[in-house]
């Protein structure tokens, strides 16, 4: 039987990650994330890009969502796992700061975990469901 906290398999590692964003525990994070990572925040989201190393997701993607954010939460609720691809059907939640506008936006994300580490991520969500949120 493995151990969660140490266990390489692919869907492991990722909810690792997400329980790691959830509490707010970038150093957990960061160790869920290869060195060469990939992690794509889609077009047309406030964060869109390509981050290529585990700080430069933790700098300009968490830290900057929870500097705009009150509570942003990915809620990961379905597992599709086939090898090294994992897609999570998921859910966002947050409040936005500046405007007090809440989100529920729903959102898919698709990892790729090789040797017990997140190479890549993809996001695909309702970008217009955050536009809105952020504006007034």
Sequence with gaps: MNDFATSTAPADV??????????????ALR??????????????????????TPDAVTTHVMEQLSQDWHDWTAHDDTYIVDGENVVVLARYTATNKATGKPIHARVAHHFVVRGGLIVRFEQFTDTALIHDAMNN
């Excluded at 990722?14 to 150093?27: C, E, T």
């Excluded at 160790?31 to 989201?45: H, N, Q, R, S």
Aim: proline share 6%.
């Design 31 to 52: 160790a869920t994330l290869a060195p060469d990572v990939e992690w794509t925040e889609m077009a047309g989201f406030p964060l869109a890009g390509t981050y290529r």
């Design 14 to 27: 990722v909810r690792r990650q997400y329980l790691a964003s959830a509490a707010g525990d970038l150093d």
